[in-house]
């Protein structure tokens, strides 16, 4: 074990350094205030590693992004989201014959109990759809008292894996529903995982509806795209939550709680509502690019930017070439694309983006998709949540299966120090 020297107070301490299988080193600090009675500060983690994870590794510096070892390249020009699933839950991709049994368990648990409709009458019909899917979520808790025993055996959690993948499909297709005041439409297990969301989304119980394959083919590489990202915000929180023994419904919906922030899977909609401004504005990129960079305008240029990628978002390019395919092939032209475009190329040329490494990140292209397949905009963080949603059940499953601790982060102590209660009486 290769070994650090810390100098403090006079006195040094070895620390342990912990090498990844792609190279990348680590402080073990698990005994630092044992030893030297100082803890580490580090506001928003952006130097510290929460864990030792074998699902997803990225490189920010090459852009890379890999599942199990796979380049995201390769999966979701070639995968599907239930193949990525089983990859990130089971560490291998399925044979054909797994993966027919894997698809045949969540066919077999789309349904949702009839008691859940009641829960979705409560909601205004103006309710953000984040705000109905976390609570829904957390709620199927109630119908399935096996999964809040924290000791449960590996196959009563992975039953609830399969129906946290089996049905929130489901209720993202009713949340969609109950805004258009549409009929409920249930899930057809003839039809292939994503082709039965959209059918569940867009067909109409007066006639037959096929999905379009070039869509389903686009939402399955956005749900690979979305699938997983190691320890970011919202997965960070399910493996927070999870850490406290509450069960998987609950860390779920905490994960789809931090997911809807503006700064993380909520800028997806924040990006299209910034084009559409800008749009709405005349079109004048440069006018925004200056805000943006304008230290007391509140203004960001949404969906760029990323705490890990520091040359470009691997998954953001890939979404640019299919926006471009998908509407090529729906034959839509939709102008907030060229305005993406134009941003991006003046951003990319000018030195406040070029100093801060910002690029494009996943959010930027993505909604430009999710609106060409009819997917309304207050809608595209519950996909975001859609496609990371495996990804929060692999990482559930293996901080569980690493019996980790509960996570319970120290602080520094910066409020008055001691003194003595006065009675209000005598305060005056
Ligand atoms: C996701 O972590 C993940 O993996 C997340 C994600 C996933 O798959 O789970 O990839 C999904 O959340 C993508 C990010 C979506 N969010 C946005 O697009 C919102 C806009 N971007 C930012 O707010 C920001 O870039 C973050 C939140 C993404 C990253 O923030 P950091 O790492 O804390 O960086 P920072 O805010 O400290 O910014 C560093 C500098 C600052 O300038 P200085 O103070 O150094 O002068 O860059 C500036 C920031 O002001 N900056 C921006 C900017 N993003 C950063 N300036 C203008 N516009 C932006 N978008």
Redesign the pocket.
């Known amino acids: 074990m290769q070994k650090a020297l810390l100098q403090v107070d006079g006195q040094s301490y070895e620390l342990d350094i912990v090498i990844g299988s792609e190279g990348e080193k680590a402080l073990d600090i698990a005994k630092l205030r044992d030893k030297t009675g100082y803890i580490t500060l580090d506001v928003?983690y952006?130097n510290t590693g929460a864990t030792t994870s074998g699902i997803t590794f990225?490189d920010g510096e090459q852009g890379i992004l890999r599942y199990r070892g796979y380049p995201i390249e390769q999966l979701a020009e070639f995968s599907t989201y239930l193949e990525i699933a089983y990859l990130l839950l089971y560490g291998e991709l399925p044979t054909k014959a797994q993966l027919e049994q894997f698809e045949r368990k969540i066919a077999e648990r789309t349904l949702i109990h009839e008691d859940i409709k009641k829960f979705f009458d409560g909601f205004p019909s103006s309710a953000h759809p984040m705000g109905i899917l976390a609570s829904v979520v957390c709620s199927l808790s109630s119908f399935y008292p096996e999964s809040l025993d924290p000791h449960a055996p590996d196959e009563v959690v992975e039953r609830n894996i399969i129906r946290l993948l089996a049905k929130v499909p489901t209720l993202i297709a009713w949340i969609y529903k109950k805004r258009k005041g549409h009929p409920y439409m249930y899930p057809r297990n003839d039809k292939s995982y994503v082709a039965n969301f959209l059918y569940m989304m867009f067909g109409m119980p007066t006639y037959d509806y096929e999905p379009d394959t070039h869509v389903v083919d686009a939402l399955n590489k956005l749900l690979i795209l979305?699938a997983?990202?190691?320890?970011?915000?919202?997965?960070s929180t399910v493996r927070t939550v999870g850490s406290s023994q509450a069960n998987i419904y609950a860390s779920v919906a905490a994960g789809m709680c931090a997911?809807w922030g503006?700064?993380?899977?909520?800028?997806?909609q924040?990006?299209i509502e910034m084009l559409e401004m800008i749009r709405a504005d005349g079109g004048n990129i440069q006018k925004w690019i200056n805000r943006?960079?304008d230290?007391n305008d509140p203004?960001?240029?949404?969906?760029?930017?990323?705490?890990?990628?520091k040359n470009f978002?691997p998954?953001a390019k890939i979404i640019k070439q299919a926006a471009d395919q998908v509407l090529n092939v729906l034959g839509i032209h939709d102008p907030v694309l060229d305005i993406a475009k134009k941003l991006e190329e003046v951003a990319l040329s000018d030195p406040?983006?070029i100093e801060?490494r910002?690029y494009p990140?996943?959010?930027?292209y993505s909604g430009i998709i999710y609106r060409a397949l009819g997917i309304p905009v207050e809608m595209f963080t519950v996909m975001?949540a859609f496609g990371?949603l495996a990804g929060w059940l692999a990482q559930w499953w293996e901080m569980r299966r690493a019996n980790e601790p509960i996570v319970r982060p120290r602080q520094v102590y910066t409020g008055p120090t001691l003194r003595e209660y006065v009675p209000i009486a005598k305060r005056g």
Do not use: W
């Not at 997983?228 to 997965?235: F, G, I, L, R």
């Not at 503006?262 to 997806?268: D, M, S, V």
């Not at 203004?299 to 990628?309: A, I, K, P, Q």
């Open positions: 928003g952006k990225i979305h997983d990202h190691e320890q970011n915000c919202s997965t997911l503006p700064l993380h899977g909520g800028a997806n924040e990006v943006a960079k230290k203004f960001r240029l949404m969906g760029f930017g990323h705490r890990v990628y978002d998954r406040y983006f801060r910002l990140n996943v959010d930027f975001f990371r």
